[in-house]
Nanobody, 122 residues
Framework: QVQLVESGGGSVQAGGSLRLSCRYT?????MGWFRQAPGEEREGVAA???????SNEDSVKGRFTISKDNAKNTLYLQMNSLKPEDTAMYYC???????????????????WGQGTQVTVSS
């Protein structure tokens, strides 16, 4: 069973940066980050395929970077130039299916972290 534990959320002003971390017990074919704002659907933000392919949701391209340190069993999401619309609960996700440059769909995720809140004020 894969366990995912996020950390690094917090409150920041617009234009600021945060780095989210996700400690995992076992690597997966695809790992990524989703976010969910109040009243909204959970959406994929960034994903990293086992072979190294990455993908980003259009609104975060050029601002968010996903990476992984296999030696530390940790997935990261570096978020720069944050905007108020980035405010959401962010979830680490693991899927047994490769994503190969595409964002995974929720149905393909079999493990979720507990979430970490990111709040961006204007």
């Amino acid at each position: 069973q894969v366990q995912l534990v996020e950390s690094g959320g917090g409150s920041v002003q617009a234009g600021g940066s945060l780095r989210l971390s996700c400690r995992y017990t076992y690597d997966s074919a695809c790992m990524g980050w989703f976010r969910q704002a109040p009243g909204e659907e959970r959406e994929g933000v960034a994903a990293l395929d086992y072979a190294g392919f990455t993908s980003n949701e259009d609104s975060v391209k050029g601002r968010f970077t996903i990476s992984k340190d296999n030696a530390k069993n940790t997935l990261y999401l570096q978020m720069n130039s944050l905007k108020p619309e980035d405010t959401a609960m962010y979830y680490c996700a693991a899927s047994p299916y490769r994503c190969e440059g595409a964002l995974p769909i929720k149905a393909a995720v079999n493990y979720w972290g507990q979430g970490t809140q990111v709040t961006v004020s204007s």
